[in-house]
DNA sequence: CCGGTGCAGATTGTATACAATCTAATTGAC
DNA sequence: GTCAATTAGATTGTATACAATCTGCACCGG
């Protein structure tokens, strides 16, 4: 056994497909009612429609596109009101996370956290908002992981990733970067003090300032903007209503 | 427009497969490493493998089977770890299920509660635990959705219904059934004194002790039974380490 | 002029065919 | 006799072919 290389996983197959649609559709690369079209997608990945249709499926079950039996698949960008929601339970979860790492959290994991607030710190200073979005989801991921459950931290890093396009936005606002940076070092310093309800109270609200700095946001883009007046392409399943 | 029946959607295709895959998973139908040879289960359902590869991939997503990119896809039944993680979270939801719903429950829902409550009480002077099972499914699904945010509502309808098999075996438990009862009360009481910690304890203990009680029963099966020592088929990927 | 019927094009869903890769068994060498 | 390499079978991944359904327009009748 010389070298074993644990998983040379063979580079891999055409969910690449998969990502690179859910990476279009999170940059907004698609309105909201817009159909996918296979054949379409399929030469433009160079490929048959099976790879295409594959992907697609995975999609669905993401809830990224609704599926209709007969008629193709269509992208389901999240309303305001869905977006409000998601960040309520991503507030929650990253509650959730903080208190557990409040008791779990190691040593060695603090100092990574204090590493990223410093290098936050440094795209504060520098004006560099792409810097610190990418320090800031490090030091995020630090505290899912440190809850100690696997479960929770795949969870909070699934909701993070479909709320990552949104959450980048906010981050323009004036002033808001180092407002989010002091809020980052409460957090650290909760975890410090082993406060789980600290730890907790503090992420929540992070991310609940997030959200309402978001719709601000939007809500002054709309003001000034053309009235977005999306005509929503008829939703599949609205809710799932059901007489018990 | 005579009767437009709105969703006439032609109730078939095949990710009627995926539903029935999962369930012969959720089922036990499946060990944990088990391969799910395509071309068989294609002539189990009578059809030919491409409409089993796509129920394969959303399952995939889902997590309950992994995809090794040249080998197949194997079942991923949770181990005890996992489980109790899961348990974890599901607890955490609830709870904040709970206390979102403490604020926003109407008065109607509340009688319905009280209503399941009833019906579970029935089943327990019945000893049906089946039906106890049932009308428990419902009080916890209706606090979800008076938690007034329909994101969360699935994000806990999901969750539950993946530790669905395992939360009934509690259930047999000498005298669980009326404990639960009680404690199911006792969330009623902190809902109708709108006491949003009150409830979201509540809920959070009542979960936590069905996954106490469920490993319970579980270690006393491994004492008495065969040592289940499961050869683990080579999970293919544990965590995911990232350097940053 | 308006509404319904039917047909043509297009699109999804399924089946089959083919290529690439992996598994394992046989065979050969040390 | 044991270990390794090669080769045959089986299985996954992709492409293509075909069937079923839907969409929209033209045509026809009232």
């Known amino acids: 056994m010389t070298m074993n290389t644990p998983k040379p996983n063979p580079p891999k197959r055409a969910d690449q497909i998969a990502k690179s649609l ?13 159909r996918l079209d296979e054949q379409r997608l399929a030469e ?22 609704a599926q209709i039996p007969q008629r193709g698949v269509f992208v389901q960008q999240p309303g ?5 929601e998601m960040f309520e339970v991503m507030a929650e979860l990253e509650a ?7 008791i779990r959290i190691t040593d060695e994991a603090l100092d990574q956290l204090r590493h990223a607030n410093q290098l936050c710190q440094q795209a504060v200073d520098e004006g560099d908002t792409d ?9 995020h991921r630090i505290i899912y992981s440190q809850s100690g459950n696997r479960f929770l931290e795949q ?54 300032v997030q959200n309402e700095k978001f719709h601000h946001l939007m809500n002054s883009f709309e003001d000034r903007g053309s009235a ?15 007489r018990a």
């Open 22 to 34: 859910e990476d279009m559709i999170f940059q907004g690369e698609f309105a909201d009612g817009d």
């Open 44 to 65: 433009r990945f160079g490929t048959s429609r099976t790879p295409v249709r594959e992907a697609l499926q995975k999609l669905s079950v993401s809830g990224l596109v």
């Open 80 to 84: 305001p009101v869905e977006l409000m």
């Open 96 to 102: 959730v996370c903080g208190r557990f790492a409040a």
């Open 131 to 139: 810097g610190y979005y990418f320090h800031n989801e490090d030091f």
């Open 155 to 208: 969870e909070a890093r699934r909701l993070s990733r479909r709320l990552r396009p949104f959450r980048r936005i906010q981050l323009r606002l004036r002033g808001r970067m180092r407002q989010s940076l002091d809020e980052h070092l409460a957090v650290v310093q909760a975890l410090t003090d082993s406060d789980p309800e600290g730890a907790g109270n503090a992420l929540r609200d992070h991310v609940a």
């Open 228 to 242: 977005p007046e999306k005509a929503r392409a008829e939703r599949p399943e609205g809710g799932s209503r059901r």
